[in-house]
């Protein structure tokens, strides 16, 4: 059988129950968990960055997808006429389903129901293919962590423990994208700058702690 991967992630399960209603109806065998960042750099106690993740077998994605689509094609025609969609500019509309991992689904089968009406048409196709470039640019490394090297390595030098985690974050730290693949979020010369501050600062670490033993032994 093959292995639950992420579909979709929701703030909480409230907001996520139509789908697993949905996919309770239609059989769809899924697997739901909190999943949270395994370190924050900031130490900031941070509520909002544990998201409720519903997995799926990727062979069931395209299945699920055509749920939640006929689902959402079905209240469309009940949608309130003073949605906030309604006020959006066509090109605002299409950076709906440009970034459609940082929308709910409804509102991308609404997007592109109202750039249809207004006459703009986004076939299924062109959907995939916007999907598909979304994930391509998520996909890139973040820009270089210059602040976080030049912290790490001061904070090494001075035998911080700190060190050894903002170097492991920067070696290690991966991101989830939309198709539920985990990239590298930093580019290799800076995973490789972490690799250094890690074991520079355990080390360094090391040296303080037996200076200290020394001293007072």
């Given at each position: 059988?093959?292995?639950?991967?992420?579909?979709?992630?929701?703030?909480?399960?409230?907001?996520?129950?139509?789908?697993?209603?949905?996919?309770?109806?239609?059989?769809?065998?899924?697997?739901?968990?909190?999943?949270?960042?395994?370190?924050?750099?900031?130490?900031?106690?941070?509520?909002?960055?544990?998201?409720?993740?519903?997995?799926?077998?990727?062979?069931?994605?395209?299945?699920?997808?055509?749920?939640?689509?006929?689902?959402?094609?079905?209240?469309?025609?009940?949608?309130?006429?003073?949605?906030?969609?309604?006020?959006?500019?066509?090109?605002?509309?299409?950076?709906?389903?440009?970034?459609?991992?940082?929308?709910?689904?409804?509102?991308?089968?609404?997007?592109?129901?109202?750039?249809?009406?207004?006459?703009?048409?986004?076939?299924?196709?062109?959907?995939?293919?916007?999907?598909?470039?979304?994930?391509?640019?998520?996909?890139?490394?973040?820009?270089?962590?210059?602040?976080?090297?030049?912290?790490?390595?001061?904070?090494?030098?001075?035998?911080?423990?700190?060190?050894?985690?903002?170097?492991?974050?920067?070696?290690?730290?991966?991101?989830?994208?939309?198709?539920?693949?985990?990239?590298?979020?930093?580019?290799?010369?800076?995973?490789?700058?972490?690799?250094?501050?890690?074991?520079?600062?355990?080390?360094?670490?090391?040296?303080?702690?037996c200076v200290r033993i020394y001293w007072e032994g």
């Amino acid at each position: 059988m093959a292995d639950f991967v992420f579909y979709q992630q929701f703030p909480n399960p409230e907001v996520a129950a139509p789908l697993l209603q949905l996919l309770r109806q239609h059989e769809v065998p899924f697997e739901i968990s909190f999943d949270k960042p395994s370190f924050d750099p900031s130490f900031a106690h941070n509520e909002t960055s544990t998201h409720f993740v519903v997995k799926l077998q990727p062979a069931d994605f395209e299945t699920a997808r055509r749920l939640e689509e006929a689902e959402n094609q079905q209240l469309i025609s009940q949608v309130d006429p003073e949605h906030y969609l309604f006020t959006f500019t066509d090109a605002e509309l299409a950076d709906v389903l440009l970034k459609p991992d940082e929308w709910n689904s409804f509102d991308v089968t609404l997007a592109r129901q109202i750039l249809q009406d207004r006459g703009t048409v986004i076939s299924p196709e062109a959907a995939r293919l916007l999907r598909q470039q979304r994930t391509a640019d998520l996909a890139r490394p973040e820009p270089s962590q210059k602040a976080w090297i030049l912290w790490g390595y001061a904070s090494a030098l001075l035998g911080g423990l700190f060190a050894f985690f903002i170097g492991w974050h920067l070696y290690t730290h991966r991101k989830l994208l939309p198709d539920g693949r985990k990239v590298h979020a930093f580019t290799a010369p800076d995973r490789l700058h972490g690799l250094r501050i890690m074991v520079l600062g355990a080390v360094m670490l090391l040296v303080v702690v037996c200076v200290r033993i020394y001293w007072e032994g």
